[in-house]
């Protein structure tokens, strides 16, 4: 099971506690699915999570805005193409709610260690210049 740790962070409180939240919320939900074997549809864990991914992409493309990152109209089309994405799998998934927790989770670990990173790295040489 992954855990939000330390090397995921992205340098800003709120936005690592959006990631943290996250986690958390998998794992949650995970160890209902496989423990307590509550009847959890996909549908409703893709409608939620992607509400609460939805209002993290908002608030992180505001901080980038804010730190002057050049990449910004970058990160915000692979945000996007993630939403949609999202959109699609709430309105014809076949995924079980696993497979969509799965999914998510690993989308959002390659997310941050690929591209939020990289404001990471912007905002740290602003720091030092
Ligand atoms: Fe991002």
Request: hydrophobic content about 40%; glycine content about 2%.
């Amino acid at each position: 099971m992954q855990q939000w740790s330390s090397e995921y962070s992205v340098g800003n409180e709120l936005l690592d506690a959006h990631h943290h939240v996250f986690f958390e919320m998998v794992t949650e939900l995970r160890d209902d699915l496989e423990k307590e074997h509550k009847d959890i549809d996909a549908h409703t864990i893709i409608a939620f999570l992607s509400d609460y991914i939805d209002m993290h992409f908002h608030v992180e493309e505001q901080y980038m805005t804010a730190i002057g990152f050049p990449e910004l109209s970058k990160h915000t089309v692979v945000h996007h193409q993630f939403a949609e994405h999202v959109n699609g799998l709430l309105h014809h998934s076949t995924q079980s709610a696993s497979e969509v927790l799965n999914f998510m989770q690993q989308w959002l670990i390659q997310h941050i260690l690929c591209e939020d990173k990289l404001y990471y790295l912007h905002a740290q040489r602003q720091l030092h210049k």
